[in-house]
Antibody, heavy 121, light 110 residues
Framework: EVQLVESGGGLVKPGGSLRLSCAAS????????MNWVRQAPGKGLEWVGR??????????DYAAPVKGRFTISRDDSKNTLYLQMNSLKTEDTAVYYC????????????WGQGTLVTVSS | QSALTQPASVSGSPGQSITISCTGT?????????VSWYQQHPGKAPKLMIY???KRPSGISYRFSGSKSGSTASLTISGLQAEDEANYYC??????????FGGGTKLTVL
Protein backbone atom coordinates (compact mmCIF):
# COMPACT_ATOMS: atom_id res chain seq x y z
CA GLU A 1 0.00 0.00 0.00
CA VAL A 2 1.39 3.38 -1.01
CA GLN A 3 1.68 5.82 1.88
CA LEU A 4 2.73 9.46 1.75
CA VAL A 5 3.23 11.30 5.03
CA GLU A 6 3.86 15.04 5.05
CA SER A 7 5.48 16.90 7.91
CA GLY A 8 7.07 20.24 8.70
CA GLY A 9 4.05 22.52 8.60
CA GLY A 10 3.46 25.24 11.17
CA LEU A 11 3.21 28.95 11.81
CA VAL A 12 5.74 31.26 10.17
CA LYS A 13 5.96 35.02 9.78
CA PRO A 14 5.72 36.73 6.39
CA GLY A 15 9.13 36.74 4.75
CA GLY A 16 10.16 33.62 6.62
CA SER A 17 11.11 30.15 5.43
CA LEU A 18 9.88 26.63 6.04
CA ARG A 19 10.80 23.18 4.71
CA LEU A 20 8.17 20.50 4.23
CA SER A 21 8.96 16.81 3.93
CA CYS A 22 7.00 13.93 2.45
CA ALA A 23 8.04 10.41 3.45
CA ALA A 24 6.97 7.78 0.94
CA SER A 25 6.55 4.03 1.36
CA UNK A 26 4.97 1.17 -0.56
CA UNK A 27 6.30 2.34 -3.93
CA UNK A 28 9.56 2.42 -5.85
CA UNK A 29 10.29 6.02 -4.97
CA UNK A 30 13.11 6.28 -7.52
CA UNK A 31 10.55 5.86 -10.29
CA UNK A 32 7.94 8.28 -8.98
CA UNK A 33 7.29 11.73 -10.34
CA MET A 34 6.36 13.74 -7.24
CA ASN A 35 4.20 16.83 -6.91
CA TRP A 36 3.08 19.34 -4.29
CA VAL A 37 -0.51 20.60 -4.39
CA ARG A 38 -1.89 23.13 -1.91
CA GLN A 39 -5.31 24.20 -0.71
CA ALA A 40 -5.94 27.50 1.02
CA PRO A 41 -8.57 27.40 3.78
CA GLY A 42 -12.02 27.04 2.22
CA LYS A 43 -10.59 27.25 -1.30
CA GLY A 44 -9.82 24.92 -4.18
CA LEU A 45 -6.77 22.92 -5.13
CA GLU A 46 -3.71 24.62 -6.60
CA TRP A 47 -0.78 22.82 -8.20
CA VAL A 48 2.53 24.04 -6.74
CA GLY A 49 5.20 22.10 -8.58
CA ARG A 50 6.74 18.79 -9.60
CA UNK A 51 10.03 16.95 -9.66
CA UNK A 52 10.52 14.15 -12.14
CA UNK A 53 12.33 10.93 -11.35
CA UNK A 54 16.07 10.93 -12.06
CA UNK A 55 15.50 8.54 -14.96
CA UNK A 56 12.90 11.00 -16.22
CA UNK A 57 15.47 13.79 -16.10
CA UNK A 58 15.07 14.90 -12.48
CA UNK A 59 13.86 18.31 -13.58
CA UNK A 60 11.50 20.59 -11.69
CA ASP A 61 8.58 22.74 -12.78
CA TYR A 62 6.70 25.32 -10.73
CA ALA A 63 3.48 27.28 -10.77
CA ALA A 64 3.92 30.98 -11.46
CA PRO A 65 2.94 32.19 -7.94
CA VAL A 66 5.78 30.23 -6.29
CA LYS A 67 8.48 30.24 -8.96
CA GLY A 68 11.71 31.68 -7.60
CA ARG A 69 10.59 31.31 -3.98
CA PHE A 70 9.90 27.56 -3.63
CA THR A 71 12.29 24.71 -4.41
CA ILE A 72 11.35 21.05 -4.76
CA SER A 73 13.99 18.39 -4.18
CA ARG A 74 14.15 14.68 -3.45
CA ASP A 75 16.39 12.24 -1.63
CA ASP A 76 15.84 8.86 -3.24
CA SER A 77 18.04 7.16 -0.61
CA LYS A 78 15.55 8.28 2.05
CA ASN A 79 12.37 7.94 -0.06
CA THR A 80 11.64 11.56 0.81
CA LEU A 81 10.38 14.59 -1.09
CA TYR A 82 11.01 18.14 0.08
CA LEU A 83 9.52 21.56 -0.46
CA GLN A 84 11.71 24.47 0.59
CA MET A 85 9.59 27.60 0.90
CA ASN A 86 11.29 31.00 1.15
CA SER A 87 10.00 34.57 1.21
CA LEU A 88 6.65 33.31 2.42
CA LYS A 89 3.56 35.44 1.95
CA THR A 90 0.22 35.38 3.75
CA GLU A 91 -1.33 34.00 0.57
CA ASP A 92 0.86 30.89 0.89
CA THR A 93 -1.27 29.82 3.87
CA ALA A 94 -2.67 26.43 2.92
CA VAL A 95 -2.69 22.72 3.48
CA TYR A 96 0.16 21.30 1.42
CA TYR A 97 -0.34 17.84 -0.08
CA CYS A 98 2.33 15.56 -1.48
CA UNK A 99 1.06 13.55 -4.45
CA UNK A 100 2.43 11.21 -7.10
CA UNK A 101 2.26 10.45 -10.78
CA UNK A 102 3.14 6.78 -10.30
CA UNK A 103 0.85 3.90 -11.35
CA UNK A 104 -1.06 6.38 -13.46
CA UNK A 105 1.46 8.60 -15.15
CA UNK A 106 -1.00 11.26 -16.28
CA UNK A 107 -2.80 12.13 -13.04
CA UNK A 108 -2.24 12.42 -9.30
CA UNK A 109 -2.92 8.89 -8.13
CA UNK A 110 -1.69 8.83 -4.52
CA TRP A 111 -2.05 11.62 -1.95
CA GLY A 112 -0.76 12.28 1.54
CA GLN A 113 -2.98 13.62 4.30
CA GLY A 114 -1.51 17.12 4.05
CA THR A 115 0.31 19.49 6.38
CA LEU A 116 -0.91 22.98 7.29
CA VAL A 117 1.29 26.00 6.72
CA THR A 118 0.11 29.28 8.24
CA VAL A 119 1.85 32.50 7.28
CA SER A 120 0.90 35.24 9.68
CA SER A 121 2.48 37.96 11.78
CA GLN B 1 -2.52 30.24 -16.16
CA SER B 2 -6.14 30.73 -15.02
CA ALA B 3 -8.05 28.02 -13.22
CA LEU B 4 -10.44 25.87 -15.21
CA THR B 5 -14.10 26.90 -14.89
CA GLN B 6 -16.49 24.68 -12.96
CA PRO B 7 -19.98 25.43 -11.60
CA ALA B 8 -19.82 26.30 -7.92
CA SER B 9 -22.50 23.79 -6.99
CA VAL B 10 -24.73 21.07 -8.35
CA SER B 11 -27.34 18.93 -6.65
CA GLY B 12 -29.40 15.84 -7.26
CA SER B 13 -31.59 13.33 -5.52
CA PRO B 14 -30.54 9.78 -4.70
CA GLY B 15 -30.70 7.57 -7.78
CA GLN B 16 -30.52 10.46 -10.22
CA SER B 17 -27.61 11.39 -12.50
CA ILE B 18 -25.70 14.64 -12.45
CA THR B 19 -23.01 16.11 -14.70
CA ILE B 20 -20.28 18.55 -13.70
CA SER B 21 -18.63 20.54 -16.46
CA CYS B 22 -15.06 21.84 -16.61
CA THR B 23 -14.26 24.46 -19.22
CA GLY B 24 -10.79 25.44 -20.30
CA THR B 25 -9.02 26.62 -23.41
CA UNK B 26 -6.95 25.24 -26.27
CA UNK B 27 -3.90 25.63 -24.00
CA UNK B 28 -5.15 23.13 -21.47
CA UNK B 29 -8.18 20.84 -21.90
CA UNK B 30 -8.45 21.55 -25.61
CA UNK B 31 -4.84 20.60 -26.18
CA UNK B 32 -4.45 17.74 -23.70
CA UNK B 33 -5.86 14.27 -23.16
CA UNK B 34 -4.57 14.41 -19.59
CA VAL B 35 -7.75 15.56 -17.90
CA SER B 36 -8.54 14.13 -14.48
CA TRP B 37 -11.21 14.43 -11.81
CA TYR B 38 -10.83 14.29 -8.03
CA GLN B 39 -13.33 13.79 -5.22
CA GLN B 40 -12.66 15.45 -1.88
CA HIS B 41 -14.70 14.97 1.26
CA PRO B 42 -14.37 17.69 3.95
CA GLY B 43 -11.12 17.40 5.87
CA LYS B 44 -9.82 14.60 3.65
CA ALA B 45 -7.25 14.34 0.89
CA PRO B 46 -8.45 14.35 -2.72
CA LYS B 47 -9.06 11.02 -4.45
CA LEU B 48 -8.55 10.31 -8.14
CA MET B 49 -11.83 9.33 -9.83
CA ILE B 50 -11.18 9.75 -13.57
CA TYR B 51 -7.98 10.13 -15.61
CA UNK B 52 -7.17 10.65 -19.27
CA UNK B 53 -10.64 12.23 -19.52
CA UNK B 54 -12.54 8.94 -19.63
CA LYS B 55 -10.67 6.21 -17.71
CA ARG B 56 -11.50 4.94 -14.23
CA PRO B 57 -8.74 3.86 -11.85
CA SER B 58 -9.03 0.44 -10.33
CA GLY B 59 -11.61 0.37 -7.55
CA ILE B 60 -13.63 3.35 -8.71
CA SER B 61 -17.33 2.67 -9.21
CA TYR B 62 -18.71 2.37 -12.75
CA ARG B 63 -21.22 5.06 -11.68
CA PHE B 64 -18.48 7.62 -12.33
CA SER B 65 -17.73 8.41 -15.96
CA GLY B 66 -15.88 11.14 -17.83
CA SER B 67 -16.01 12.69 -21.27
CA LYS B 68 -14.34 15.48 -23.20
CA SER B 69 -15.35 17.57 -26.17
CA GLY B 70 -13.12 20.35 -27.40
CA SER B 71 -12.10 22.48 -24.42
CA THR B 72 -14.77 21.15 -22.06
CA ALA B 73 -14.57 18.04 -19.93
CA SER B 74 -17.43 16.54 -17.96
CA LEU B 75 -17.88 14.20 -15.02
CA THR B 76 -21.12 12.26 -14.79
CA ILE B 77 -22.25 10.45 -11.67
CA SER B 78 -25.15 8.07 -12.16
CA GLY B 79 -27.30 6.46 -9.47
CA LEU B 80 -26.42 9.20 -6.96
CA GLN B 81 -25.73 8.00 -3.45
CA ALA B 82 -25.42 9.93 -0.20
CA GLU B 83 -21.69 9.17 -0.03
CA ASP B 84 -21.15 10.97 -3.34
CA GLU B 85 -21.75 14.28 -1.59
CA ALA B 86 -18.36 15.99 -1.78
CA ASN B 87 -16.34 18.58 -3.64
CA TYR B 88 -15.15 17.64 -7.13
CA TYR B 89 -12.18 19.14 -8.96
CA CYS B 90 -11.07 18.78 -12.55
CA UNK B 91 -7.46 19.11 -13.61
CA UNK B 92 -5.62 19.36 -16.89
CA UNK B 93 -2.01 19.09 -17.97
CA UNK B 94 -0.74 22.18 -19.75
CA UNK B 95 1.75 22.08 -22.60
CA UNK B 96 4.26 24.06 -20.50
CA UNK B 97 4.87 21.09 -18.18
CA UNK B 98 2.48 22.38 -15.57
CA UNK B 99 -0.94 21.43 -14.24
CA UNK B 100 -4.05 23.48 -13.57
CA PHE B 101 -7.10 22.71 -11.45
CA GLY B 102 -10.68 23.86 -11.69
CA GLY B 103 -12.22 25.96 -8.95
CA GLY B 104 -14.21 23.02 -7.62
CA THR B 105 -17.87 22.01 -7.54
CA LYS B 106 -19.81 21.19 -4.40
CA LEU B 107 -22.17 18.28 -4.98
CA THR B 108 -25.17 18.10 -2.69
CA VAL B 109 -27.27 14.94 -2.56
CA LEU B 110 -30.76 16.07 -1.62
Amino acid sequence: EVQLVESGGGLVKPGGSLRLSCAASGLIFNNAWMNWVRQAPGKGLEWVGRIKSKTGGGTTDYAAPVKGRFTISRDDSKNTLYLQMNSLKTEDTAVYYCTTEYDILTAFDYWGQGTLVTVSS
Amino acid sequence: QSALTQPASVSGSPGQSITISCTGTSNDIGGSNYVSWYQQHPGKAPKLMIYDATKRPSGISYRFSGSKSGSTASLTISGLQAEDEANYYCSSYITSNTWVFGGGTKLTVL
